[in-house]
C-alpha cells in the first residue's frame, strides 16, 4: 500500500481509465475464447446469480412466466451454494410490513441493522462485520445490491424496497462469482419483473400516527417482445414524538419512490431490462432522547434534556431545525445472453443523490452536537461475467467488476452550547472519490459421484482519495474563524488477492453438507465526520478477514421442509470499527480505527415449512454469535479513548443470541373465502455500537406482531387489520455517549396498529 500527496481527482480518473479499459479488454478475450470453444452437444443445466439474472434458460418466445421460473432458478441455486443464504419472499416482505432493507434483520439470522442517525445511514453487519460508521460516506462491509447493481452508500436505497420480488442475504466473504469484494457477506434486492401480462395492483393503508401508505404497480406488455412495468410508493405520516415542550412532532414520514422497468426481449437467446428509479424523502427526522443531560451540565430537569423517566415518545428538540430533504435516483441496465455453453450476464448502473438533512443529533434542544449533512453523490459500477458447463464436469464462472464513485460534503457540528460561543460550529468540507476493479474466477469441479470441489479467486484493487478538511468556522477552537483544525490530500492504492476453497458433498438430493475457508477484505475508508482532533480523519486502513465455515441443508418433501445451519469461526486483522475518542477541550467523539485482531465464532439455523400441515407454514431461525477482540486498544492515532478496550472485550453490533419466528395459517370460512392469521416474535440480544464507550450499549431487543387477512381464494383482493410491537416495547437501539459526556439514546417504534386493502387486477 502507498500513500500519495498528489491531487486524488486526476489519480483516481487516470487510474479509473486504466483499470476499465483492462477490464473490458479482459472479459471481452474471454467472452470470445468461450464462444469459439462453444460445445455442440445439449448444455448442462447453468448457475447465475440471482443479482444479475434475468433469464436462466432459453428464452421463449413469449416468456410470460418469466418471473416463476427465475424464482425457481434462484431457490434452487440457494438451496446448493456451499455458504448460508436467507430469503424473504415478496409476500413474506408485505406481510412483516418491511419497507426498508434495515429492517430485515429481525427476521434474518445474525444480521443487525440499525440507525445511528435519524435514518439515512443505518448501520447494516453480518455475523458482526459491517462498519460502524454513522457518517454518509461510510462504505461497509456488507454489498447491497438492488436489480444486480451495487449500491456503496446507503442513501442509495433509501425508499427503493417496494414492488420485491425477494430479498436474499448470502454470509461469508463475496466477490468470486459478482460485484465487489466484501468481508461480510451481500444483500440482494430483486423488483417483480415485467411480463407479458397485462396487470397489476393497488394498495392502500393506514396506521397509527396518522400514517398513510400507497403502492401499486401496473404491467403492460408493449409489444410481443417489450414489456413494462411501473410501480411506486408513498409514506405520509405525522411522526410518533413530541416536543415536551414544544409539542411539535418527529419522525414524520414524507417519502415518495418511482420504478419503471422496461424488458426487451432481443430473441429466443438475449434479453434487456431497463430500470429507471427516484426516490424524494421530506419527512420529519427521529430524534433521541438525552436522558441525563441537565444533571451532567448542572441544570433543572427537562431543561435541555427529557430527563431520566422521559416517556418513549419525549423529546427535547426546542428550536434546533431539524428537517430532511433528499432526493435522487438513477439508471440501471442488465443484459442476459444465452448460449449453448451457459449464459453472460452483464449489470450497468449509475445513480445520483442529493440531501440536506438536520439531525438534532445530541438529543438537546442546545447545540451540543447537532448535524447537518449536506451532500451531494454520483456511483456508478458494472460488472459482467461468464457462467460455463464444461464437459459435463466443470463449472466455471469468470467476470469482472469495476465501480466509480464520488461525494462532495459539508457536514456541519453545531457546538455552540459546548464551546462557550454564539454560533460556534465545525465543518467538514470535502471530496471524496473511490475507484473499485477486480477481476474474478469462481470453479466447481465434480469430483466423484455427489461430491465437488470448490475453488475460487480474485484480484482486487482499490484507490479512496480524499480531499478537505475541518474548518473552525467561528474561531470557538482556535480563536481564528474559518482557519483548518485538520486537512487531508491523500491517495491510497490497495490490491488484494483473494480466494476461496471448499468441499460439497451432496448425500441424497436435497441434502448436502460442505465445508470452506475463504478470505476476504473491505477497503480502507475514511472518517468524514468535523471534529477538533486532526488524528481524527487519518485514513483507515484496509481489513482483512479469513473465514472458516461447515454447514449442511435439506430441502424435504417436495421442498416442504427446508432446513440450513452452519458454523463459522473468523479472524480479523485491522478490523475497521467505531471508538469513543477524547478530543481536545474536553470533548468526546467518535472517531474510525482499528482493532489489530479479533475474532468471531458462531453458529446460525433456520428453517421453513410449507403446508407440512394444511394451510401452515412456519418460519424460524437462531444465531449466536461470540465476537471478541484479541488485541487491546486504548488510543487511536495519539487520541486516548474514552474508555480503554481490553483484549477478549466483546465486539459492536454482534449480539450474543437473537432469534425469530412466524407462524401463518390459512382457514376457509366458505367454499369461496379464506381467513389467514399470522403472528410474528423476534428477538435480539443487547450489543455494543461503540467501542470505549461505557454508554454505547443497547437494550434486548423484542417485538410480537399480529396480522388477520381476509379475501377470496382467487386473490382478487385482500382486507388486512394487523399491529407490530404489540407489547409496545421501547427498548434502546442505539446509545451513545454525547460531547458534553450525557448518555443519548435512540428508541424502537412504538406499538404500530393499521389496516390494509389490496387489489389485484
Not at 416536543?243 to 426487451?264: E, K, M, P, V, W
Not at 459435463?392 to 462532495?408: A, M, P
Not at 488477492?497 to 477497503?523: C, Q
Not at 479472524?571 to 467505531?578: A, G, I, K, S, V
Request: with cysteine.
Amino acid at each position: 500500500m502507498t500513500a500519495r500527496s498528489s491531487s486524488p481527482c486526476r489519480t483516481a480518473i487516470a487510474q479509473r481509465n486504466r483499470h476499465v479499459l483492462f477490464s473490458a479488454l479482459l472479459l471481452a478475450g474471454v467472452s470470445s475464447i468461450a464462444a469459439h470453444a462453444a460445445p455442440t452437444t445439449s448444455p448442462p443445466a447453468t448457475t447465475t446469480h440471482p443479482a444479475h439474472a434475468t433469464r436462466h434458460a432459453r428464452a421463449p418466445q413469449r416468456p410470460t412466466l418469466e418471473a416463476i421460473t427465475v424464482t425457481s432458478a434462484r431457490t434452487a441455486r440457494f438451496h446448493t451454494m456451499a455458504n448460508t443464504v436467507n430469503t424473504l419472499s415478496g409476500k413474506e416482505l408485505q406481510s412483516l410490513h418491511i419497507v426498508s432493507p434495515k429492517e430485515i434483520a429481525a427476521f434474518i439470522p445474525g444480521v443487525t441493522a440499525v440507525n445511528a442517525t435519524s435514518g439515512s445511514t443505518p448501520i447494516f453487519s453480518i455475523r458482526g462485520i459491517g462498519l460502524d460508521d454513522y457518517i454518509g460516506t461510510n462504505m461497509g462491509g456488507i454489498g447491497i445490491y438492488i436489480d444486480g447493481v451495487f449500491a456503496p452508500y446507503p442513501v442509495l436505497y433509501n425508499g427503493q424496497m417496494f414492488d420485491v420480488q425477494t430479498v436474499s442475504v448470502e454470509k461469508g466473504p463475496q466477490g468470486f462469482e459478482y460485484g465487489r469484494s466484501t468481508t461480510g457477506g451481500s444483500m440482494n434486492i430483486e423488483s417483480i419483473k415485467p411480463t407479458g401480462h397485462f396487470g397489476g395492483y393497488l394498495n392502500w393503508g393506514y396506521s397509527s400516527y396518522g400514517t398513510n401508505t400507497a403502492r401499486g404497480a401496473i404491467n403492460t406488455p408493449i409489444t410481443d417482445r417489450i414489456f413494462n412495468r411501473f410501480a411506486f410508493s408513498y409514506i405520509n405520516g405525522e411522526g410518533w414524538q413530541h416536543d415536551i415542550h414544544t409539542g411539535q412532532r418527529y419522525g414524520a414520514q414524507d417519502i415518495l419512490s418511482l420504478r419503471n422497468l422496461t424488458q426487451f426481449v432481443i430473441d429466443d437467446q438475449s434479453s434487456l431490462m431497463l430500470n429507471i428509479h427516484y426516490t424524494r424523502d421530506k419527512g420529519t427526522p427521529v430524534s433521541p432522547q438525552d436522558v441525563d443531560g441537565d444533571a451532567v451540565n448542572g441544570l433543572p430537569d427537562r431543561t435541555i434534556g427529557v430527563g431520566q423517566n422521559a416517556k418513549y415518545n419525549a423529546v427535547n428538540v426546542g428550536d434546533n431545525r431539524a428537517s430532511r430533504n433528499e432526493n435522487g435516483g438513477g439508471i440501471g441496465i442488465n443484459y442476459t445472453r444465452n448460449f449453448d455453453f451457459g449464459t453472460f450476464t452483464s449489470a450497468t448502473g449509475i445513480d445520483f443523490y442529493r440531501r440536506d438533512d438536520y439531525d438534532n443529533y445530541d438529543g438537546e434542544s442546545v447545540n451540543v452536537g447537532d448535524y447537518r449533512w449536506n451532500d451531494t453523490t454520483i456511483a456508478q459500477s458494472h460488472d459482467m461475467h461468464l457462467n460455463m458447463n464444461l464437459a459435463k464436469r466443470l463449472n466455471l464462472t469468470v467476470g469482472v467488476y469495476e465501480s466509480w464513485d464520488k461525494i462532495n460534503g459539508a457536514y456541519t457540528s453545531y457546538r455552540s452550547f459546548i464551546l462557550d460561543s454564539p454560533n460556534a460550529s465545525l465543518t467538514d468540507h470535502f471530496v471524496q472519490q473511490n475507484l473499485s476493479t477486480g477481476l474474478y474466477i469462481n470453479t466447481v469441479t465434480h469430483i466423484i459421484k455427489g461430491l465437488d470441489f470448490i475453488a475460487a479467486g480474485r484480484l482486487s484493487y482499490d484507490e479512496r482519495g480524499f480531499d478537505g478538511g475541518t474548518l473552525d468556522n467561528t474561531g470557538a477552537v482556535t480563536g481564528m474563524a474559518g482557519s483548518h483544525l485538520s486537512y487531508v490530500n491523500q491517495n491510497h492504492e490497495y490490491e488484494r488477492l483473494t480466494g476461496r476453497v471448499g468441499l460439497r458433498y451432496t448425500i441424497l438430493p436435497g441434502t448436502l453438507v460442505y465445508g470452506t475457508i475463504s478470505n476476504g477484505y473491505k477497503a480502507g475508508a475514511y472518517f468524514a465526520a468535523p471534529v477538533t482532533a486532526p488524528q481524527a480523519l487519518d485514513y483507515v486502513h484496509p481489513e482483512n478477514l479469513i473465514a472458516y465455515e461447515i454447514g449442511a441443508k435439506t430441502s424435504l418433501f417436495n421442498n416442504k421442509v427446508q432446513i440450513e445451519g452452519s458454523l463459522f469461526d473468523y479472524e480479523y486483522h485491522n478490523r475497521q470499527t467505531l471508538f469513543v475518542a477524547e478530543m481536545p477541550r474536553d470533548i468526546t467523539s467518535l472517531s474510525l480505527g482499528l482493532i489489530p485482531r479479533a475474532r468471531t465464532r458462531g453458529g446460525e439455523l433456520s428453517s421453513t415449512l410449507h403446508d407440512l400441515l394444511p394451510n401452515l407454514d412456519l418460519r424460524g431461525s437462531f444465531a449466536y454469535l461470540d465476537a471478541q477482540t484479541v488485541s487491546s486498544v486504548s488510543s487511536i492515532g495519539g487520541l486516548p479513548l474514552l474508555g480503554n478496550v481490553d483484549s477478549h472485550s466483546a465486539l459492536p453490533f454482534a449480539p450474543r443470541f437473537s432469534w425469530s419466528a412466524v407462524a401463518r395459517y390459512g382457514i376457509d370460512v366458505t367454499p369461496r373465502y379464506r381467513v389467514t392469521l399470522q403472528a410474528s416474535y423476534t428477538w435480539k440480544d443487547n450489543m455494543l455500537v461503540a467501542l470505549g464507550d461505557p454508554n454505547g450499549k443497547t437494550n434486548k431487543i423484542s417485538s410480537m406482531g399480529l396480522r388477520m387477512e381476509v379475501g377470496p381464494k382467487t386473490g382478487k383482493w385482500t382486507a388486512a387489520v394487523y399491529v407490530d410491537n404489540m407489547l409496545n416495547q421501547h427498548g434502546n437501539t442505539y446509545s451513545f455517549t454525547g460531547s458534553d459526556n450525557s448518555r443519548v439514546q435512540y428508541l424502537q417504534t412504538p406499538r404500530w396498529v393499521g389496516c390494509d386493502l389490496r387489489y389485484n387486477f
